[in-house]
């Protein structure tokens, strides 16, 4: 669900697993797979000054992955637990992005920062 600073919430239903990225100003979400053409898959783009905040529905039984955006200058990707004990540091790949699993964590709200955003994932 995407909460929206201009007003509303918009939600989504995808029948697979979603995918949170960042290119630009942008917040894409997207599902299956898509080429470079960005054909082959569903996906949404929202501006971020326009995104107050994103949250996961209840029918979401896991976040496996978080793709941090593309940034000038390459930030790792830190993962906290709400008490603020560090679980995991990603380094950036070699474009800029680094890809986050929650995979092997228990099931709570984890704080991921990379660079000056900073958002919470849910694991259930």
Known sequence: MVHRKSGGLVEYAFSEQPIVTYEGDYLIISSGLIDLEGTGGASVWFPLDDVRKLTIGETTENVTRITAPKNEKAHPTLIYTLDGKLVRTLQP?????????????PAGTYVIKNGSLTYKAAKK
């Open 93 to 105: 790949s070699d474009d800029g992005t680094a890809s986050a699993s929650l995979d092997g964590l």
